[in-house]
DNA sequence: TGTTAGCACTCTCTTCTTTCGATTGCTAAA
DNA sequence: TTTAGCAATCGAAAGAAGAGAGTGCTAACA
């Protein structure tokens, strides 16, 4: 059912008030802020029918009106002023981005400190799964008498490498060798299918160890961890609805574990995701993430998780203007 | 001066007590749950006597006593039980040490993991400065059409791996050519050195941008932060001292900005330190860090950032525990 | 019919007071 | 030197009172 445009206002009046404040409001201070042609009864009245449809609550009876996770969600969807970041806001995605970034790790970091320090929330940023990424180079090369490095280059451009232990006897042309053998067997297949066993093949048996140590590679970087980076985890300590010290505790504790934030964060591949209340599940909580276009090296994602009760508006510039400036990182390399 | 045996045993009742409980402790409670041989009274002259000289306070004159950082000094120096990890404990130890680890940095990481979930502490683990490093060996190696990946090893076998756009036209033989060059040059050079600019040479021209190259890969190694793990920043709010909205703020603060732990942690090189109170920089904190010997990858530091009131001999133990199951992994990773 | 002013009612938050209990230091006796 | 006894001190918890904020409802008004 669609809410009128006195409604609407009035709805987004809360909203941004407690976006503010996070005080409950109260109709006399949205004729005051927001909407002073009409009378604060007026605004009582359309409370009273915004609290029946499910988008405000009362914390107790004689306090003003609080936003619902059904408030946010139509705030995003519709109400919420789309706004522009400041110079100042811009200069710190610059400071950022601006200089040479060595890798893709790097990006990574840098994208969650930027965004938690202009948004001054929790952030987060990882890398898409590796799994679907297909193979198109292998190279060996012995770097210690008994070691070797092998460095899998995948369509991603996403350079695993990994030391392992070798006969010493064996030359820097034998590992070249091995190197052309392995591109020439896994080339153009995805991680997921050498892993899985469907890559067999009729091994020469003198490259057979090699071959056996470039799928436990391969298995090895299947199963770690989703390597999630998290910026400003203390920051959720400024927001005042985890001045609870439980809710604080469980907040922190999920933001300490990869193993419970990586299900929190799952998404679909959107490019803009925003979960809000039970979608999150963590009560009081919302999450903001964007996949953001890395060019060759894959697909990223970023975001913030923070309370509901968060600028919406400012968040999701801050995550465009950033995907932005990694695209023109991306050319910048090229040059 | 030295305490008597009599006040010894009472100081470290104190300890032991409030390391548990973290309540102030009374005489009679002394008297109760340790030493049934005294009276309460003669307790309390003890006390009183122990209070003046700076090794416990009361928070107000009708309460028990508490100990300040003098007194947990003591405590570890010289009263501490020495305890031994239980089985369970050394069970958990071999969880995490159990399997092979694919690289220094899932070392470093098991580390801090195991350490706070036995101790239930926010642990932190972190390899040493490789500014002191010295290279023994370059090599270069086209892995792409126009990208090269540079890999550095030391002596500590720490291998520094950056890629870098080159011109297309170049060859393998180049880079193996060029890594061969650039070896000669720094091989046996410490990173500091190479970076301050005292390796210069008569460059051959044609080696010169893989020669600045080196340079800036080791530079940006060499700024970029020291790299912490910490594990289990939100037990920190396990610890009831931090249960002020305010201590836990400040505390997690310092967690989340590896620009503020780095000092903190850093120590002289010596196999244990602690740190208590004053000493940390931030109240009522310890820190208890060990060096771990990692072999040829170099010497890792690893332990725990807590309350002083912290269980200091288990602490101790696990550290312990830990520096002896990757010695043991060393050793299989040599088969 | 929609809007507004007025007002009684409800509930929280703050402050003040009181009480209760824990623990000490001191004194005097053993 | 140790111990029992006791007045004194202070914090924490519980209770009481008052102020203030904001609502819903009623009735009047456009």
Redesign the interface.
Known sequence: MALSGRKERILKAVVDSYIESCEPISSSEIREKYLPELSSATIRNELASLEDMGYLVQPHVSSGRVPTADAYRLYVDKLMPRRKLTRSEIGVVKKYFGRKL??IDEVVKSTAKVISEITNLTSVAYMDDIRDDVI??I?I?K??PT?A?F?I?TDH?I?K???A?VAEELDDVYFDDAGKFATSLFAGKRISEITSGKVVSDVHREYKRIFDAIIAILK?YEV?DADITV?????I??QPEF?D?EK??AM??V??SKEKLYPVLKSGNMDLTIKIGEEVGMPDCAIVTASIDLGEAGVGNAGVIGPMRMDYSKVISVLDCIGKAIGALDKD?DN
């Open positions: 060595k890798d198109t180079n190279k090369v770097i210690m070691v490095l460095i280059v451009s350079i490498d990994t030391t232990n090895s770690s910026e400003g985890s203390s920051k300590l400024d001045n010290l604080a505790r922190l504790a933001l300490d390399d």
